[in-house]
């Protein structure tokens, strides 16, 4: 690089020839030296990585055709109906979803009416009165689903010390989400016939029961699910139509300052 000095103003000239062929010969050979131990050593490293990866030994679940699996595909709303009926009359036996309430079903899988009967089946321990005794009411729609056990030990003792978890979040708490569930529900080779039956005249095959709840916890676990497809729907209409306006006026704005040419004049 050089550095001309011509009437007060300096101006730089840069070398262009900055190539490989243009090096003398041991930076040549050290350099490709250097290139051929990176390379060497980054396939080394890989390998070693890959090697105590094992990713054999791990199991993943199928992943399986979900309805809603689409990116702009909403949750099968008669199969979370179907899915509460499972759990209601199987899980529930054993497992508590604690984060859910009866109101969270109304409109998305009963009316209001039929929620408001599915409350009033449970008693809920309320109170005090006015004499400071506890009593039991129906339930109502802001009460939350009843648990199956008063807690952990109890649930524990019942279950061979085995504790059944909350299912309000179990798909998004297990890695394979409702397909490591399906896959749980399924695998075992005695399914338990005749359990249940459905009230819109779906057969109750085991992989009908197993889909319906999963597809319940799905939406249990996620209940914005279908609000936020929309909402990414609408995010990509509505950029779809700004993107392209925002850039034809920054190169509207733009365009003055990048066609003018400056040029100096150095003084006489
Ligand atoms: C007889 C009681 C009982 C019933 C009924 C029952 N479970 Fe379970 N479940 C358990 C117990 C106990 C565990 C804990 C097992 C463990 O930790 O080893 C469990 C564990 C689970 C797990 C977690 C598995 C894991 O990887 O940690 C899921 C998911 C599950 N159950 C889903 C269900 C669903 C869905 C239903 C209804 C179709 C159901 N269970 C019915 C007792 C039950």
Request: charged share 20%; aromatic share 8%.
């Amino acid at each position: 690089m050089e550095t001309l000095v011509t009437s007060g103003v300096s101006c730089f000239v840069i070398q262009a020839n900055m190539s490989f062929a243009s090096l003398p010969k041991g930076r040549k050979v050290a350099l490709t030296t250097l290139g051929v131990l990176t390379t060497g050593g980054a396939g080394l490293a890989l390998m070693l990585h890959q090697s105590v990866k094992a990713s054999d030994l791990e199991l993943h679940p199928p992943s399986y055709p979900w309805s809603h699996n689409g990116m702009l595909s909403s949750l099968d709303h008669s199969s979370i109906r179907r899915g509460y009926q499972v759990y209601k009359q199987v899980c529930a036996a054993c497992h508590s979803m604690e984060y859910l309430a009866f109101r969270n079903l109304v409109g998305v899988s009963h009316t209001e009416d039929e929620v408001k009967a599915l409350a009033e089946e449970i008693e809920v321990v309320d109170g005090p009165d006015e004499s400071g005794e506890m009593f039991t009411r129906p339930g109502k729609l802001s009460d939350y689903f009843p648990k199956p056990y008063p807690n952990p030990e109890a649930a524990r003792a019942a279950n061979n010390g085995a504790l059944p978890p909350d299912l309000s979040y179990i798909v998004n708490a297990r890695h394979g989400g409702e397909d490591y569930v399906f896959s749980l529900l399924t695998g075992y080779c005695e399914p338990p016939a005749g359990v249940l039956e459905f009230d819109d005249g779906t057969p109750a095959t085991m992989s009908q029961v197993a889909k319906d709840v999963c597809t319940f916890l799905r939406w249990a676990a996620e209940p914005e699910h279908d609000q936020r497809k929309r909402m990414g729907l609408k995010l990509l209409m509505g950029s779809s139509i700004l993107i392209p306006l925002i850039y034809y006026l920054k190169r509207h704005r733009w365009s003055v300052l990048k066609s003018r040419k400056i040029a100096y004049r150095p003084p006489k």
